[in-house]
């Protein structure tokens, strides 16, 4: 763990390229010198079986002209006939033969072939010696035809081994290159296997390291701040999960500052609300009743109002630390989706608004309170700018790796700059007057729900013929539990 820390990112890029590519080039070089010394020995094999080739032939060749001499030798057995140049002849047929047969044997053939050399060199001495011997007596002590015959024979048997000879020369050379083949095969094999295991083992490590990033900003951006951040591998992406371990603790420290903040706020409106409550009581004993009881009315609305803004202010400061962050469920967002449409339906009666729906069935894993809590405000913002007699759309589907979810009512719309603002607390938008329900923490709190459950929402463009609000929803099929 410690030398993984040692090194860079960039050095472990670095050691990857050598420890591929230097084997690689080793590799090459040895399959080069190989196929060198394949390509050497094929060379001398083939010209030490032509320097033999054309010897044996030529070797056959003066064994034909021996015998020829000889025979004609033997034809002018009569000492009377022959001229001197007759038995020159012969011998120099014979000088030749004996020089072809040691240029043959010193071209170094195997055992079996110079004792075939060996024997026909006899064979040739023995008829020599005969014909020779002849010559006093003019009788020769063998046919000639036999006599020759087995020169012949073993000048037929010399041609057949070396044929032989040549065929299991290269059939060795062959069986020497299908052997360096089949060995750089395998030593390529094992050296590809040795390269892409170093290769899986720095990708393992490299790959690990990001899904610590990924899985850090992921609780990051969702606001689980709990878990202490800590990244293992290079040097410089272990620096940046010192760098994110630092934003969590900074994160948490603005946190905890605007959660005393909103909590300090809460608590400042209390007091004034039950001075308020106590002194609404006061005007209806010195005031004439008539004219008591809509001022009444009026400022019990508006303490019931700030009573909520002070409920909502709580709640909102304790949607980073409450429990419930890790108390996710599989859920149906059609069966949130329904139950919701059914706790609005007097409302909707009221109004008179339409509701089409192209819905099915959506699984996710998420906060059931949160994920209800998504589908209610959008809803209820929805109703409660849509006209009478209006209509609300709502689209709810899997796409791709999302859950989708699309609500657009027939209000009086946001326009496109004001839109990244509308998830703020407390932000005002003067093409949607407020109702005495909304307080401006509503959409703020939807919007933290969705960062729990790393997702998207934003207000996008109405379709076609259309002038309203639109908001978009996108939640992960899978969220991380």
Request: proline share 3%; glycine share 4%.
């Amino acid at each position: 763990m410690k030398f993984k820390k040692l090194l860079s990112l960039k050095s472990l890029i670095v050691l990857g390229f050598v420890i591929t590519v230097i084997p690689l080039f080793l590799g090459v070089i040895y399959a080069g010198y190989g196929l060198r010394e394949t390509a050497e020995l094929g060379r001398t094999i083939n010209s030490q079986v032509f320097e033999q080739t054309k010897t044996i032939r030529l070797v056959l060749q003066k064994a034909s002209d021996i015998e020829r001499k000889a025979r004609l030798f033997v034809l002018l057995s009569d000492p009377t006939l022959r001229q001197p140049y007759e038995r020159e002849s012969y011998e120099s047929a014979r000088a030749s033969f004996k020089q072809s047969l040691n240029d043959l044997l010193k071209l170094h053939v195997d055992n079996k072939i110079a004792l075939l050399v060996n024997e026909l060199s006899e064979k040739e001495n023995l008829i020599y010696r005969q014909i020779i011997g002849s010559e006093s007596d003019n009788q020769f002590k063998l046919p000639i035809d036999e006599a020759f015959q087995g020169l012949r024979d073993s000048s037929n048997t010399l041609s057949r081994e070396f044929e032989h000879h040549v065929e299991h020369t290269f059939n060795e050379l062959h069986q020497l290159s299908e052997s360096l083949e089949q060995g750089l095969l395998i030593k390529g094999s094992i050296l590809l296997l040795l390269i892409f295991s170093v290769v899986f083992a720095l990708l393992r490590v490299l790959s690990q390291s990001m899904q610590q990033l990924d899985s850090a900003i992921r609780r990051l951006g969702a606001g689980e701040l709990e878990q202490i951040i800590e990244v293992n591998g290079p040097a410089d992406l272990h620096y940046l999960g010192e760098r994110l371990e630092w934003l969590r603790n900074h994160l948490i420290t603005l946190e905890s500052s605007k959660q005393q903040l909103i909590q300090n706020l809460a608590r400042e409106i209390e007091h004034p609300l039950q001075t308020l409550r106590k002194g609404n009581e006061y005007p209806a004993n010195t005031i004439d009743s008539a004219e008591a009881s809509p001022l009444n009315n009026e400022v019990q609305a508006s303490l019931e109002k700030l009573q909520s803004v002070s409920d909502q202010l709580l709640k909102y400061s304790q949607l980073q630390t409450t429990s419930s962050l890790t108390n996710k469920q599989n859920l149906d967002m059609r069966d949130l989706l329904e139950t919701t449409l059914s706790a609005f339906a007097a409302v909707l009666d009221d109004k008179s608004i339409r509701i089409k729906k192209l819905t099915r069935s959506t699984p996710i894993v998420g906060i059931p309170e949160q994920c209800q809590g998504i589908i209610e405000e959008i809803l209820a913002n929805a109703i409660e700018f849509s006209p009478q007699h209006g209509e609300i759309r709502i689209l709810l589907r899997d796409s791709g790796d999302w859950a989708e979810l699309e609500i657009e009512d027939d209000g009086p719309g946001i326009d496109a700059a004001s839109r990244p603002q509308v998830f703020e607390p407390f932000y005002r938008n003067s093409a949607r007057v407020d109702s005495h329900e909304n307080h401006g923490l509503g959409l703020a709190m939807v919007k933290e729900y969705v960062a729990h459950h790393q997702g998207k929402i934003e207000f996008i463009d109405p379709r076609q013929d259309h002038q309203g609000a639109r908001v978009r929803v996108l939640i992960p099929l899978r969220s991380e539990v």
